[in-house]
């Protein structure tokens, strides 16, 4: 696995060399803009507004729009001038309890790995982070850009995660959230089905049905030559209205039980799906 960053986690006097890797992918079927009627493929040209001319990259630059149609042009001089220095030091500025923080502000992970000589210190401060369920708030310079993150432990490692700043997290003033009161019987109910269909974690029982079912779509579509495949209608289900709470409850408990007694002896809950199969090859 190729490492995207190397630097250090710095905190006190505390100095770890640290490689970043990749913890996430995304994949994404790609598509491309067709002419209708021989599937031609499009290509986009860069004109400008005024006169519809195609521009050359020769002769485009960067502007800010700072009122409606007026721009103050931006150089690759004035992108220097505001570049934090790249120190390539995960810089932890404080240790919070980890369970403080609000989930939204998590953005992105990376695996944390130790470099020659770093490995003790790299131990410790795993060891310090797990038994005091802490996370180390840090600055951190990737590619010109500046980035909030939280350095954290998992079981056996320490990973990054790229967070947002506070003004990035928008503000839900907006949302119409109504005070709803709910009796003791709903609440109980709730609860005992949320105990119900409550799983040990397992992440490879949740799979990107979209994705799959997408990807069988574009399978028929081939071998049916192209043609169009016959349309299935898809009804959203009604929002739970207050008044037959208890009864929708009621049978959701019913049908977890049913799911319940189908899973093996002894354990409540959902028929767990099988495991896939995970390659352990290295990556190139």
Do not use: C
Request: cysteine-free; hydrophobic content about 40%; glycine content about 8%.
């Amino acid at each position: 696995m190729r490492p995207v960053w190397k630097g250090s986690i710095s905190f006190g006097l505390v100095t770890i060399p640290v490689a970043l890797h990749n913890a996430t992918k995304h994949e994404e079927l790609k598509f491309r803009m067709l002419r209708k009627g021989d599937l031609s493929p499009i290509n986009y040209k860069r004109v400008a507004e005024v006169d519809g001319k195609e521009v050359p990259w020769s002769e485009i630059v960067k502007g800010y729009e700072y009122e409606k149609g007026k721009f103050v042009l931006i150089t690759d001089e004035d992108f220097k001038r505001v570049d934090i220095e790249a120190t390539e030091t995960i810089d932890i500025v404080d240790f919070v309890k980890a369970d403080e923080i609000d989930p939204m502000f998590f953005h992105k992970p990376y695996f944390l790995e130790p470099q020659k000589g770093g490995g003790g210190a790299y131990a410790l401060l795993r060891e310090v982070l797990a038994k005091t369920g802490k996370a180390g708030i840090a600055k951190v310079v990737i590619k010109t850009r500046q980035h909030l993150a939280a350095v954290k432990a998992t079981e056996k490692m320490l990973i990054l995660e790229l967070m947002h700043f506070a003004d990035d997290i928008v503000a839900a003033d907006g949302l119409r959230i109504p005070a709803t009161k709910l009796g003791k019987r709903e609440e109980e109910m709730a609860k005992t089905l949320v105990d119900q269909m409550t799983e040990t974690w397992d992440p490879e029982r949740y799979t990107d049905d979209y994705k799959s079912n997408l990807r069988k779509v574009i399978e028929a579509k081939v071998e049916a030559g192209g043609k169009e495949l016959p349309t299935e209608k898809t009804k959203q289900r009604p929002a739970t209205n207050v008044i037959d709470l208890v009864a929708v409850l009621q049978k959701s408990l019913e049908e977890a039980g049913k799911t319940g007694a189908a899973a093996a002896p002894g354990k409540a809950g959902r028929k767990k799906a099988p495991r896939k199969k995970t390659s352990h090859k290295k990556a190139a």
